[in-house]
């Protein structure tokens, strides 16, 4: 029984039921990697210093820098410059599109993070297509693929990018340089675009949904008029004492009176007899509502059928599609415990994931990251999401409230981080700390969108994972693991090692995060190099590039999973689109790489 006390042996069962935690989701991927990390403290493969040493780690702070230094670029308004140019020179044919969206979007994301670049151009793409009457399902993957394919330009275009550099000081070989492999970088990004721009309008549906309409959403039997009876129970109650909405899960949208419309807020309405209740909710749910509350269910309801339309007056009712971003409160909880229509003053309609549809019991469903809610409210409500970074209205937001006025000044300061970490006159940390502190100084940034600038659930993913690869590199596993894998590929050559690197790679990162991916392989490849006198470096990049080129289905990277609702896809159009993009890249970059840097 020894060698259940053994550390590689303890090690390895760590790693498999963390495979099996990442694939499984019980959790959210930041709080399984924390909870990693404490399993790891209390078996004694790390200290607890060491355990929480990712929270100090280098890599971790940059990361967060860099989100706020993205966050000043974005209220400053400089991508909306960007839109303008996207606008006017995007044209009408499909393949032109995605060039043009490619050529200015995709560059942005070798110093912006590529998941705040797609949350801001996805609602004016989506604009876009609505005035060239084309489906967003041509342009919405195209759009998550450029950024993905931009953040490999540069160190700082990804998180994975910055984690990968450090991991690689960590084990001797040095902090990548800022355009150390922006070479491949570039000729992957251009290969990829052209793939994109030439077969991609071949192989993506053509769903006509630019224009949201109720009718997709299936809601015909879902919305029903009732009317109060002179029997009613609810007669002199308020809508929020009578508890219907909360008891027979049924959502209230609007109150009749007399032709006279009321929309919300509602809860402190009195009901009269001969009220007309617009209700939300199941046919069962209904019938027991008509029956214990003394209701009479009107002739079919016409509501199913009327377009989502932009009112102009913010006293209309307003209906509109809004993204769950992944650092929202709402991931994990349910409409109900975070009281959504109290808190927003608006009402969840339906509730669209990938290609399921949800519209019985919402109040109850766990709420995903890249779930895509149908929204009705006051156009007042619509504004108050708008500003919160939890969710997303996909709808274009004018420059009102941007600083354009500090545009020039916040692309200044991102140069000059560029340029100082470029030319080494300080590191990558010092320049972004530096690039942050100018930010706030010159007004692009305000001191308390600091805060909520940061995507925390990235942070903890990281800090829980540092602690991962310390553990190996403890216990010796990665030099077991090194070996193993050296005297199995001693025989092939450099080139096909790197592809079966590239490849072994990309898979885990389509189970797990791409930040899991590159902790656990970056110390096997390099140490795989080394036992067999190859470059520990091209090893090192080629794990890099893979751990982000992740295209097969919509859940392997973050901004695939926020187009896959609003595109209307189904799982396997990243397939069809993304494999053949993989095998490309699986190929091209590992030559590539053996080209610039030697083996």
Avoid at 339 to 358: C, D, K, P, S
Avoid at 487 to 515: K, P, R
Wanted: charged share 15%.
């Amino acid at each position: 029984m020894d060698f259940i006390q053994n550390p590689i042996f303890l090690m390895l069962v760590v790693l498999i039921c963390s495979l099996i935690a990442f694939v499984a989701e019980w959790l959210p991927v930041d709080l399984t990697a924390l909870a990693i990390a404490t399993v790891l403290i209390v078996l004694g493969l790390v200290t607890p210093e060491e355990g929480i040493a990712g929270f100090g780690n280098a890599a971790t702070v940059t990361v967060m820098l860099m989100f706020i230094l993205s966050a000043g670029v974005a209220k400053t308004g400089v991508i909306q410059i960007v839109r303008d140019w996207l606008l006017k020179w995007g044209g009408k044919e499909p393949s032109r599109q995605i060039f043009v969206m490619g050529i200015l979007v995709g560059p942005i994301t070798a110093f912006i993070n590529n998941t705040a670049v797609v949350a801001i151009f996805l609602p004016i793409v989506e604009e876009w297509c609505n005035k060239q009457n084309i489906s967003p399902s041509k342009l919405l993957i195209p759009l998550s693929y450029v950024t993905v394919l931009g953040g490999m330009i540069t160190v700082i275009g990804t998180s994975t990018n910055i984690l990968a550099s450090g991991v690689s000081k960590d084990l001797g070989y040095g902090e990548f340089g800022l355009f150390q492999f922006t070479a491949v970088g570039v000729i992957t990004f251009a290969v990829g675009l052209a793939y994109l721009a030439l077969f991609a309008p071949k192989l993506l549906p053509d769903r006509k949904s630019s224009s949201p309409n109720l009718s997709n959403y299936d809601l015909k039997d879902y919305m029903s008029e009732v009317v109060i009876t002179p029997r009613s129970t609810l007669i002199g109650q308020t809508l929020k004492a009578s508890e219907i909405q909360r008891k027979f899960d049924i959502d209230v949208l609007e109150i009749i009176r007399d032709g006279s419309h009321f929309a919300q807020p509602l809860a402190d309405k009195v009901l009269q007899a001969g009220d007309v209740l617009l209700i939300r909710g199941g046919r069962d749910e209904l019938l027991n509502l008509k029956d214990q509350r003394g209701l009479d269910i009107l002739p079919e309801v016409k509501f199913g059928q009327q377009p989502i339309e932009d009112e102009p007056d913010t006293s209309e009712e307003h209906i509109a599609e809004v993204l769950i971003l992944s650092n929202s409160r709402l991931v994990g909880a349910t409409l109900k415990e975070m009281r959504f229509r109290q808190r927003y003053n608006a009402t969840v309609l339906a509730i669209r994931r990938g290609e399921e549809l949800v519209r019985d019991r919402m109040g109850k469903v766990p709420l995903r990251f890249g779930d895509l809610l149908l929204v009705q409210g006051p156009q007042s409500s619509f504004t108050g999401l708008q500003t919160t970074r939890e969710l997303l209205v996909l709808e274009q937001r004018e420059a009102e409230g941007l600083r354009v006025d500090k545009a020039w000044v916040a692309i200044a300061i991102i140069l000059g981080v560029i340029v100082v970490a470029a030319l080494n006159w300080a590191p990558i940390l010092v320049t972004a700390l530096m690039g942050v502190m100018a930010m706030v100084i010159t007004g692009c940034l305000k001191p308390g969108e600091i805060y909520g600038s940061v995507r925390w659930d990235v942070i903890f993913l990281l800090a829980g994972l540092i602690p991962l690869g310390t553990a190996m590199e403890n216990s010796g596993t990665t030099d077991w693991l090194a070996q193993q894998l050296a005297a199995i590929g001693g025989g092939a050559s450099g080139i096909v090692l790197l592809i079966i690197f590239y490849l072994v790679t990309n898979l885990l990162t389509e189970l797990l995060s791409n930040n899991a991916a590159v902790i656990l392989m970056i110390p096997i490849a390099a140490g795989v190099a080394t036992s067999l006198e190859l470059n520990p470096i091209a090893f090192i990049f080629t794990v890099t590039f893979a751990a982000s080129n992740s295209y097969i289905t919509p859940i392997g990277y973050q901004t695939n999973t926020m187009v896959y609702g609003p595109g209307g896809y189904k799982f396997f159009d990243f397939t069809r689109v993304g494999l053949p993009l993989n095998i490309i890249l699986t190929v091209i970059t590992p030559l590539l790489i053996a080209w610039l840097y030697g083996l």
